[in-house]
């Protein structure tokens, strides 16, 4: 007989069991909790399909994480392999669970969360009628119902019903937005799921509610992260009746599969907001320029709007990176786009294109302008105060020779008088740009305005070379 907390006794029977695509350290817990267990890897799905048709095995743990394209394909090709006699156990990190049980009907008998519990592997197991089993585990509960209701599992784990598990699949693919927005979705999940009069939680200091004000909770359960309490949920009053333990269970699981999601959730927008941008300057990268110009060029198209694009870049920075090293152009890039940013208007976008090339999006919120009117009225005198303020500003790992200043070259272009698309709209303006460097430096060329185009940035003043 075993003791509570303890490993099974096994005297006789000894287990073979495999672990498939082991990212998630499975066969080690394995080992340490059944000893007498005899635990294989292998590395694919493909690998184990292999291994079994030449070596039975009793049981199967099948890893299964959120990347997996028709896993009911890899698990039908494992159950086929395997044969009807050898128990087949999925294994996965809460966020890929709606997959997970998806791949279910392909001929698995149960599923698993990671980091593995013992009585839950245990319970797992219970069905399989091995003698080194304890007694008192069953397994004869549904995994989920679909009157809409959770029931108890395995061990005392909760199924969900189809239309919590759809609801947790739809929040899934609500990873992109505002924390705020997917809090709220989460707590109108759980009132839904608990017909709660209300619900709420709370993620790292971001609280959301749904339904009538909750003065004090009926129940509540930590979010964790680890060890460490990262939030907590909480029902309000039941609409109908009390809430009992079954419900207690099921706000147990429900806060560990919550825990995970706003957690993937985090890390999602923290990678998101890398991948658009840029390290130095802290400005959006080429990247997100480019996509919003798609989507901005789309609506100025129904709208009848411009769209200008100034596309710029530091007059000799090559010199001033050769006079005075990388951290001194480094310097200079962060100080040009701060200074963009602190003179364009609030809903304008400046962006590092790349090196020590600049885009700046102009638009306009109100839509159709005045008949003739090419560019913003106000872009000029926007790269203007740009200008002085650079002309101006201090550089404290770096002197400035006497009588020099820092300048910029850009090109500006505009949609759609100048272009009809983003890539065209970014050549012309490029051009421009290309054009106003031959012209003498330190001024804008505007595309169309003739051959002599171009307008200088302020007054005309010898260039000083950084050196």
Same mark, same amino acid.
């Given at each position: 007989?075993?003791?509570?907390g303890?490993p099974?006794?096994?005297? /006789? @029977?000894?287990v073979?069991?495999?672990? *498939?695509?082991? !990212?998630e350290?499975?066969?080690?817990? #394995?080992r340490?909790r059944?000893p007498?267990?005899?635990v294989?890897?292998?590395?694919s799905y493909l690998?184990?399909?292999?291994s079994?048709?030449?070596?039975p095995v009793?049981?199967?743990f099948a890893?299964?994480d959120?990347?997996?394209d028709?896993?009911?394909k ?7 392999a395997a044969g009807?006699?050898t ?6 990190r809460?966020?890929?669970?709606p ?14 969360i990671c ?8 319970a797992a197991?219970s069905?399989?009628?091995?003698s080194?089993?304890?007694a008192?585990?069953?397994?004869d509960?549904?995994?989920a119902?679909?009157?809409?209701? /959770? @029931?108890?599992?395995?061990g005392?784990? *909760?199924a969900l !019903? ?5 609801? #947790?699949?739809?929040?899934m693919?609500?990873?992109?937005a505002?924390a ?10 759980l ?8 619900a709420?939680?709370?993620?790292e ?6 339904g009538?004000?909750?003065?004090e909770p009926?129940?509540?359960e ?11 949920v ?9 809430y009992?333990?079954?419900?207690r ?8 599969l919550?825990?995970?999601l706003?957690?993937?959730?985090e890390?999602?927008r923290?990678?998101h907001?890398m991948?658009?941008t ?7 990268n ?10 901005l060029l ?16 530091v007059?000799f920075f ?11 152009g480094?310097?200079?890039?962060k100080?040009?786009?701060e ?5 364009c208007?609030?809903?304008d ?9 600049f885009a700046v999006?102009?638009w ?9 009117s090419r560019?913003?009225s ?11 303020s650079?002309e101006k500003?201090h550089?404290?790992?770096f002197?400035?020779?006497e009588g020099s200043?820092?300048t ?6 505009s949609?759609p008088?100048?272009a009809t698309?983003?890539?065209?709209l ?7 740009l ?8 330190n001024?804008?060329f ?10 200088a940035?302020?007054?005309?003043r ?6």
């Amino acid at each position: 007989m075993s003791v509570a907390g303890e490993p099974p006794t096994t005297k /006789a @029977t000894v287990v073979h069991a495999l672990v *498939v695509n082991d !990212s998630e350290g499975v066969a080690d817990r #394995l080992r340490g909790r059944y000893p007498h267990w005899r635990v294989g890897v292998a590395d694919s799905y493909l690998s184990a399909i292999s291994s079994l048709s030449k070596t039975p095995v009793d049981v199967v743990f099948a890893c299964v994480d959120a990347t997996f394209d028709e896993p009911e394909k890899a698990v039908a090709g494992l159950r086929e392999a395997a044969g009807a006699g050898t128990r087949l156990l999925l294994c996965c990190r809460a966020e890929a669970e709606p997959l997970t049980r998806q791949a279910l009907s392909a001929g698995a008998d149960d599923y698993l969360i990671c980091p593995l519990q013992d009585k839950e592997v245990d319970a797992a197991m219970s069905s399989s009628s091995r003698s080194d089993i304890p007694a008192d585990r069953t397994d004869d509960a549904p995994r989920a119902s679909t009157s809409g209701a /959770a @029931t108890a599992g395995p061990g005392g784990a *909760v199924a969900l !019903s189809d239309a919590e598990w759809t609801g #947790l699949a739809d929040l899934m693919g609500q990873l992109d937005a505002p924390a705020d927005e997917f809090l709220k979705s989460l707590a109108e999940l759980l009132r839904g799921a608990f017909g709660a009069s209300s619900a709420g939680l709370v993620f790292e200091g971001t609280a959301a509610t749904s339904g009538a004000a909750m003065s004090e909770p009926e129940l509540t359960e930590p979010l964790m992260q680890g060890s460490r309490s990262i939030g907590h949920v909480a029902l309000g009053p039941a609409r109908s009746g009390v809430y009992g333990e079954p419900e207690r269970l099921k706000l147990r699981h429900y806060a560990r599969l919550i825990g995970n999601l706003v957690t993937t959730a985090e890390q999602h927008r923290r990678l998101h907001q890398m991948a658009y941008t840029d390290e130095l300057t802290g400005l959006p990268n080429r990247r997100r320029l480019l996509e919003f110009l798609r989507r901005l060029l789309a609506e100025a198209g129904r709208k009848e709007s411009t769209v200008t694009l100034l596309m710029f870049d530091v007059d000799f920075f090559k010199r001033y990176n050769d006079e005075y090293g990388h951290d001194a152009g480094d310097e200079i890039l962060k100080g040009c786009g701060e200074m963009f940013r602190r003179n364009c208007r609030a809903h304008d976008v400046v962006t590092r294109y790349g090196g020590d090339e600049f885009a700046v999006v102009f638009w306009d919120r109100e839509g159709t302008r005045e008949p003739g009117s090419r560019h913003p009225s106000n872009v000029l005198p926007i790269i203007e105060r740009c200008r002085k303020s650079l002309e101006k500003h201090h550089f404290g790992r770096f002197n400035m020779p006497e009588g020099s200043r820092l300048t910029i070259s850009g090109g500006l272009a505009s949609f759609p008088q100048d272009a009809t698309t983003v890539e065209e709209l970014i050549t012309r303006s490029d051009e421009a740009l290309l054009r106003a460097k031959r012209d003498g430096k330190n001024r804008i060329f505007l595309v169309g305005d003739g051959e002599d185009g171009g307008q200088a940035l302020g007054e005309e003043r010898p260039q000083a070379s950084p050196a």
